[in-house]
């Protein structure tokens, strides 16, 4: 692993860095990484006059705390943006359908001692393709495992995660 390696608490072996072409940014604290990925998402769809500020009060979320992803449409209607997506609880499947045609989502992950949002670009070759708010004030972008993805994000009954996809 190279010396610009970032491993993911989240994930047991996230650890291969790969080159975006989309935004890459880290998120501020411990408690915004849902207002970094929508604000990463945003400026891909070229919003880029938006502060992460104003998201975070988007999303209602209250200071020193997360806030539940599934928050992002409202956080979107909140902002008066005319932008299509699907959310909710789904199976590992409809996520790889979802994101066809170059679609993103924002995942929610969790390693045991906490959830976590990330961008997942695409997943093909066994290997699923994650931009991640983390480390702060940088972000990373890495390839991990499908088998590793799944174990972070499939937590809910029947083996769904959370998803919002843009």
């Not at 047991?12 to 072409?21: A, F, H, S, Y």
Request: proline content about 3%; glycine content about 10%; aromatic content about 8%.
């Amino acid at each position: 692993m190279g010396k610009d390696a970032y491993v993911d608490p989240y994930f047991d072996k996230g650890e291969v860095n790969v080159e975006t072409q989309k935004t890459l940014e880290g998120q501020f604290t411990d408690y915004d990484c849902t207002a970094t990925t929508l604000d990463m998402i945003l400026k891909d769809m070229g919003y880029s006059n938006i502060e992460r500020i104003d998201l975070i009060h988007a999303l209602e979320q209250n200071f020193g705390s997360g806030v539940d992803m599934l928050n992002i449409p409202k956080a979107i209607e909140n902002l008066g943006l005319d932008i299509n997506t699907t959310s909710g609880k789904v199976s590992y499947e409809q996520l790889k359908i979802g994101l066809e045609n170059g679609n993103s989502a924002v995942v929610s992950v969790n390693n045991g001692q906490g959830a976590h949002s990330v961008i997942i670009d695409r997943i093909e070759n066994g290997q699923v393709t994650v931009r991640d708010p983390l480390p702060i004030n940088r972000g990373s972008s890495y390839t991990i495992p499908e088998k590793t993805f799944q174990d972070a994000w499939g937590r809910f009954e029947n083996q769904t995660g959370k998803v919002v996809i843009f």
